[in-house]
């Protein structure tokens, strides 16, 4: 059994990205792991200041929702970040919590696997290129871990748009091969 924690970047609950996150959940824990899910909705994430003072105490001066959701992500085997993908990239949701997730940097963590699960309007291939770019960057800075998968669902431009996609089993079966 693994534990796996999966971040739902969007802020808006039961969107696709989510939608698809919940797949993956379900599949992970059909296979035996242990799964929680983090919603972004309604934390408190406040901007990095770079003041770097994370890099002395392993965790933030921030007092917000950070520290918690690290302390989770550094204890877990399998990481899965969800985000809906607007202007071709990562929500700005996720990319401001890896920002604030610096302190990690010099801290022992457990995850060896991350996944990546994206949704947009746009529908090419090519579109979550650059946020699967901007993750394998967070990756490389932790050398015993890997991008283990990512699955892109396109043409979800309205809320619930991803009901009855073939992309949903996908995640699914993903999940599942943890």
Same mark, same amino acid.
């Given at each position: 059994?693994? &534990?796996?924690? #999966?971040?739902?970047?969007? @802020?808006? !609950?039961?969107?696709?990205? +989510? ?5 993956? *959940? ?22 990095? &200041?770079?003041? #770097?003072?994370?890099?002395? @105490?392993? !965790?933030?001066?921030?007092? +917000? ?5 690290? *302390? ?22 996720? &990319? ?83």
């Amino acid at each position: 059994m693994k &534990k796996v924690i #999966l971040i739902s970047t969007s @802020l808006r !609950r039961g969107s696709n990205s +989510d939608m698809l996150a919940d797949r993956f *959940a379900e599949g992970a824990v059909s296979a035996g792991n242990e799964v929680e899910k983090i919603s972004l909705a309604g934390k408190n994430i406040q901007f990095c &200041k770079g003041c #770097l003072a994370c890099q002395k @105490l392993g !965790r933030c001066v921030i007092d +917000d929702d950070v520290n918690g959701i690290m *302390a989770k992500v550094l204890e877990a085997d399998v990481i899965c970040w969800a985000t809906p993908i607007y202007y071709y990239e990562m929500s700005g949701q996720m &990319k401001t919590l890896i920002d604030r997730m610096n302190a990690m940097y010099a801290l022992d963590y457990k995850f060896r696997d991350i996944y990546m699960l994206t949704t947009a309007a746009e529908g090419e291939q090519e579109t979550p290129a650059r946020a699967v770019e901007g993750l394998r960057g967070w990756i490389a800075c932790f050398p015993k871990s890997r991008l283990a998968g990512t699955l892109f669902c396109g043409g979800v431009d309205k809320a619930r748009a991803i009901e009855g996609n073939s992309r949903l089993q996908e995640a699914y079966e993903m999940g599942r091969g943890i």
